[in-house]
């Protein structure tokens, strides 16, 4: 049986009371903290760019004075963003053509063109910072592909279903270029790859007509840093000695290496069979 209500108690009775603010002191809190975070804003945008012509503060004997909230955004408009904050805004720069040499050809592919525009943004302006002449990025023809499967099998065979894949292409070209620079270009732009982005370069090196005396240089530079281990490289020091290499190819961690031992491997199953039959070598 509930109780009367003269019989509860105060604090369950004060729980059914809903307290309003006054509404003229709630405004009033309001907009004197609105002025508060329009001057913090003043004060903080004056203090980011020193250069000439930026909003400054106001001087001391003025501090204590409130500010327009008018005036804030004509004064916040006339802070100037850091050039390279500008250039995000505009197209990528590029230089120009010298010699008209086409050194590298790349060609950027995706499924989303939000990640192809992206990354072909971001492939021209290192271009641009690595000093070399860019050109693009310029739309190739899409790649259209379709497949045509049935949704069952069996009596089902006349219900299919169509699929489709598009892929698509920029294409950006360097021309007068290092190789040297242009490689550290493309190994910059593989690290910093965008992802669902896939990339295929061409490359073009241009040598002299003694081309075959700049390669023996090289080869004997390779030598004389390597040294010893030179021959280590392309087995050159067993060609030397064909002997060794015979019985490297004859020893039995060899052969158990590429699977001889194994069921149909080449060699009877048991290691050592063949060793238990004498052979003679006819001249």
């Given at each position: ?90 197209d990528p720069l590029r230089h120009k ?181 004498l052979t003679k070598k006819v001249q």
């Open positions: 049986m509930a109780s009367p209500a003269y019989a509860r108690s105060l604090v369950n009775l004060t729980k059914r009371l809903k307290l309003s603010p006054i509404a003229g002191r709630h405004v009033t809190v309001t907009q004197q903290k609105r002025r508060e975070s329009t001057q913090t804003v003043a004060q903080t945008a004056a203090t980011i760019d020193r250069t000439p012509g930026v909003a400054q503060l106001p001087s001391s004997d003025t501090d204590s004075a409130p500010i327009d909230p008018s005036k804030i955004e004509e004064e916040l408009s006339k802070i100037r963003l850091p050039r390279a904050v500008q250039a995000t805004y505009l053509t010298t010699h008209g040499i086409k050194m590298c050809e790349l060609q950027i592919r995706s499924y989303s063109v939000r990640n192809l525009e992206v990354f072909a943004d971001f492939a021209m302006r290192a271009a641009y910072y690595l000093k070399l002449p860019a050109k693009g990025p310029k739309p190739l023809p899409r790649i259209t592909e379709r497949w045509t499967v049935p949704r069952s099998n069996f009596v089902h065979k006349k219900s299919q279903e169509n699929f489709e894949r598009v892929t698509l292409r920029r294409g950006i070209e360097v021309f007068d270029g290092h190789p040297e620079t242009v490689a550290a270009w493309l190994g910059f732009l593989k690290k910093r790859q965008y992802y669902g982005v896939g990339m295929k370069a061409n490359v073009w090196e241009y040598g002299g007509v003694e081309v075959g005396k700049d390669l023996d240089a090289e080869a004997e530079r390779i030598a004389e840093r390597l040294g010893e281990e030179l021959n280590l490289v392309g087995g050159r020091g067993l060609m030397n000695e064909p002997g060794k290499v015979t019985g490297m190819l004859e020893a039995e961690p060899f052969k158990a290496q590429w699977g001889a031992h194994a069921a149909m491997g080449g060699i009877p199953s048991v290691p050592n069979a063949d060793k238990r039959v």
